[in-house]
């Protein structure tokens, strides 16, 4: 089996409207690690369903965010896109880890429980399960890269723990594979993006943006129109003080922080010069400067999405061909795999 040094594996979940966060934090990134990395976009719908959705709105967000990678840059031909129910190798990679991972390392997992909440015993094992599902979905490519955010670096520390499990458990039986180093799964290396990874709400400058807010004014989606953008920036939560003129000017302001960080990582600039710009000025002119930059940067996105969805069999075939590739990749893994543990095949 030919040592992969180079590849990447991200996924977006097709939950909710894709928003200004998704877009900052993740997506816009993907395009340019095509230069660096072998790279595999995943819509991961499998995740998707470990909370109820309905199923004909799961099938139109897949598409959306397969056409969301596509519009900003992400090359089918060049990268593998895909969504994560197409491979199978995905779930049966998943059991094998969930006879890997330990109980005790699923309960420290703290995502599960800031999603199940209080409602805990009705929360779905799929939902419990999330993580192992996640290491199954890096290590099926043996990807050596994984792109996180800060809510997913705990993720990505179990798929460490997990890889390195298998390669110890059953070690001999990977040499016995050809792998003399005894490492069949590798230690996945994060990559943590630059500025603006957490993009705040527009309601609540504590609390991240997020798809599934209460309320359609605390976040900008990326198919908001020009009016909708104004609106809900004219609307953001601020406080009465004028933009400082130093980043340190900042400091307990988590609203104004907020929309300066918004602006620097739409224009390219830092926060410093976003203030030098526009320190001493009111919300009244910074803000309808930042909806219409914001416009600029989203309207060409939002058009392309639309194009895209208005053609569905276009965006099926890309995710079926692109299945049909991560399936070959998967299955060089899975024969191994299968033949490590011990099954007849």
């Known amino acids: 089996m030919t040592k992969i040094e180079n590849r990447l594996f991200s996924g977006v979940q097709p939950t909710g409207d894709l928003h200004?966060?998704?877009y900052l934090g993740a997506i816009r990134r993907?395009?340019?690690m095509q230069d660096k990395f072998e790279c595999i976009f995943c819509v991961v719908d499998m995740h998707a369903i470990t909370v109820w959705q309905e199923p004909e709105a799961l099938r139109q967000k897949t598409r959306e965010v397969a056409a969301a990678y596509i519009a900003t840059g992400v090359d089918p031909e060049r990268s593998i896109i895909f969504n994560q129910s197409q491979v199978m190798q995905h779930a049966e990679l998943a059991w094998v880890f969930n006879c890997v991972a330990r109980i005790g390392w699923m309960n420290r997992m703290t995502q599960f429980k800031d999603k199940a909440g209080k409602n805990r015993e009705n929360a779905s094992l799929g939902l419990y399960a999330y993580p192992s599902l996640m290491a199954a979905d890096i290590l099926v490519y043996r990807a050596t890269h994984v792109p996180v955010g800060d809510d997913q670096k705990q993720h990505l520390e179990l798929t460490r723990d997990i890889a390195q499990k298998?390669?110890?458990?059953?070690?001999?039986?990977i040499v016995a594979e050809g792998f003399e180093d005894g490492q069949f799964f590798p230690q996945t290396e994060?990559?943590?993006s630059g500025p603006a990874m957490r993009i705040m709400s527009l309601r609540d400058g504590s609390k991240k943006m997020s798809k599934s807010d209460p309320s359609e004014m605390s976040c900008i989606a990326l198919m908001d129109d020009a009016d909708k953008i104004a609106q809900k920036f004219k609307k953001a939560k601020t406080d009465p003080e004028p933009l400082p003129s130093e980043a340190d000017g900042l400091d307990g302001r988590p609203e104004a922080r907020n929309l300066v960080e918004i602006y620097a990582a739409l224009s390219g600039m830092t926060p410093q010069d976003v203030l030098q710009e526009f320190g001493g000025q009111g919300f009244g002119a910074?803000?309808?400067?930042l909806a219409e930059l914001a416009v600029s940067k989203l309207s060409p996105i939002s058009s392309e999405i639309s194009r895209m969805l208005a053609d569905p069999a276009e965006l099926d075939g890309i995710l079926r061909k692109g299945g049909e590739r991560a399936a070959a990749h998967a299955e060089e893994t899975m024969k191994h795999v299968r033949e490590i543990v011990g099954f007849v095949s």
Do not use: R
Not at 286 to 289: D, E
């Open 20 to 22: 200004l966060g998704n």
């Open 30 to 32: 993907f395009a340019p």
């Open 166 to 173: 298998f390669n110890n458990d059953f070690n001999s039986q």
């Open 190 to 192: 994060p990559l943590i």
């Open 286 to 289: 910074f803000k309808p400067a």
